[in-house]
């Protein structure tokens, strides 16, 4: 049960991961490229509320894909803390546990003020007139966005249940010699003492390798090895954000380069430059 617990932990962090990516993208698709408030009737234009609206939706867009990555720079750091919820940490480690926790801690704040904020440059398309039912959607997404954050923390946050993990060491520490008898009769049997020797520690090794795999995928985001740990900062940074500039020049193909260090703060023109304070 514990292996297979470990396991799901890592698949389950990929998954959120992807969704993670995926809404985010979507996210900004809305910002920087739906249209919305058409015209009816025969002698409707081609103007819609966007056109005719004052925000610089290029700057809008460039602030939302900030907030973003910057909610992915500090989602990463929080997810590549060294583990702080280990069995020694409740011992003799709890002065390493207090300043991971607050480390932690602060990095969540910043990650729920950030979906905030996210939640800011809906308010200012709503109020330059995107529909009930768009503006639904976009909610929608934000929500996603905070389920899989939320999700990303518990699996960082929590591991398998320590009787299980204390019944694995144990049953891999004492378990062999109980064995001892059946590789002895073995040895007899084959009139090789090499060949006993070396099923019994080839069952010792295979065991307490099984016990380390399990051990080391608790927290499938710092692993030593790397094989089998997610590359966090691959995922979220080196490889999102290509993605986005790649989709920020088909939406906006006479932009100029964007800038790592834009101001993220949304700002509507209608409340007179003022950053909005909305929550919703």
């Given at each position: 049960a514990s292996i297979?617990?470990?396991?799901?932990?890592?698949?389950?962090?990929?998954?959120?991961?992807?969704?993670?990516?995926?809404?985010?993208?979507k996210l900004y698709e809305s910002h920087a490229k739906w249209n919305f408030g058409f015209d009816s009737g025969d002698n409707a234009g081609d103007d819609t509320k966007r056109t005719k609206s004052s925000i610089n939706w290029l700057d809008h867009s460039d602030r939302l894909l900030g907030v973003l990555l910057q909610l992915f720079r500090h989602l990463t750091r929080y997810l590549t803390?060294?583990?702080?919820?280990?069995?020694?940490?409740?011992?003799?480690?709890?002065?390493?546990a207090r300043e991971l926790g607050t480390v932690s801690d602060a990095l969540g704040e910043n990650m729920v003020?950030?979906?905030?904020?996210?939640?800011?440059?809906?308010?200012?398309?709503?109020?330059?007139?995107?529909?009930?039912?768009?503006?639904?959607?976009?909610?929608?997404?934000?929500?996603?966005?905070?389920?899989?954050?939320?999700t990303l923390r518990m699996i960082k946050q929590y591991r398998t249940p320590q009787g299980l993990r204390s019944f694995g060491r144990l049953f891999s520490v004492f378990l062999p010699?109980?064995?001892?008898?059946?590789?002895?009769?073995?040895?007899?049997?084959?009139n090789s003492l090499g060949v006993g020797i070396a099923f019994?520690?080839?069952?010792?090794?295979?065991?307490?390798?099984?016990?380390?795999?399990?051990?080391?995928?608790?927290?499938?985001?710092?692993?030593?090895?790397?094989?089998?740990?997610?590359?966090?900062d691959a995922e979220l940074?080196?490889?999102?954000?290509?993605?986005?500039?790649?989709?920020?020049?088909?939406?906006?193909?006479q932009a100029p380069p964007f800038e790592q260090d834009v101001d993220t703060k949304p700002t509507s023109p209608s409340t007179g430059g003022q950053v909005l304070g909305l929550r919703v």
């Open positions: 297979g617990m470990a396991f799901t932990r890592r698949d389950r962090a990929l998954t959120s991961i992807a969704k993670l990516r995926a809404t985010a993208l803390l060294p583990t702080s919820s280990r069995a020694r940490h409740r011992v003799t480690g709890q002065k390493e003020e950030q979906i905030g904020q996210l939640s800011d440059f809906c308010e200012i398309m709503k109020r330059e007139g995107l529909p009930p039912q768009e503006a639904i959607r976009i909610r929608q997404w934000e929500r996603f966005l905070l389920t899989e954050l939320e010699p109980f064995y001892a008898p059946v590789y002895v009769q073995t040895a007899r049997d084959l019994a520690c080839l069952t010792s090794v295979a065991l307490t390798t099984l016990f380390e795999t399990v051990f080391q995928m608790e927290d499938p985001f710092v692993i030593p090895s790397g094989l089998d740990g997610i590359r966090v940074l080196s490889n999102f954000k290509p993605r986005a500039l790649r989709c920020r020049k088909e939406y906006f193909p």
